[in-house]
């Protein structure tokens, strides 16, 4: 019990510090652990629960906005629509679904919630075109966090230790 707490406190300082060192805007490993967090737990619930408190705490730090809850709802969704099972086609796919998600309802949360562009359809299409410089450092940073977890996830499995915290 004590290996799987440590285990999940650890992943989620891990995460708080991601956000609050310097880093590209939207470079971070958060989108690559509402992904991988379902798979380390075999939960989808305990899962998604890593991301969403390493973004609460974090967030104290940094501030909230008018659109977190959706930015957490996205994050939480692409938890409970993560594919259990590791296929590397499949995977690469629901990683590019899971940025484009991402970015699709968090811009237009900040169309419709803030007043930086015009509340019509050109507004809304300069949202999203602002907006890919961001999508791209997210779209690398959640492939490279997915690679980076996909093989911790398969040297942890070889050493059993996944199957030894799902049973503490």
């Known amino acids: 019990m004590y290996e799987k707490l440590f285990f999940i406190l650890s992943f989620v300082l891990i995460l708080i510090i991601s956000r609050l060192i310097p880093h590209p805007p939207n470079f971070t490993p958060i989108i690559a652990t509402a992904i991988f967090g379902p798979i380390f737990l075999s939960s989808k619930l305990y899962g998604s629960a890593i991301t969403i408190i390493a973004m609460f705490i974090s967030d104290i730090f940094l501030s909230f906005h008018s659109y977190q809850f959706i930015v957490y709802v996205t994050l939480i969704s692409i938890s409970l629509l993560t594919p259990i099972k590791k296929n590397k086609f499949s995977f690469t796919i629901f990683t590019l679904i899971s940025c484009i998600w991402f970015f699709i309802t968090t ?60 049973h503490v």
């Open 107 to 166: 811009n237009f949360a900040v169309w419709i919630l803030w007043d930086y562009y015009p509340k019509d359809f050109e507004g809304l299409l300069l949202s999203y075109t602002l907006a890919i410089p961001f999508f791209t450092n997210t779209l690398l940073s959640t492939f490279l966090f997915v690679i980076i977890f996909w093989n911790l996830d398969t040297l942890l499995k070889k050493s059993d230790f996944i199957n030894y915290l799902k």
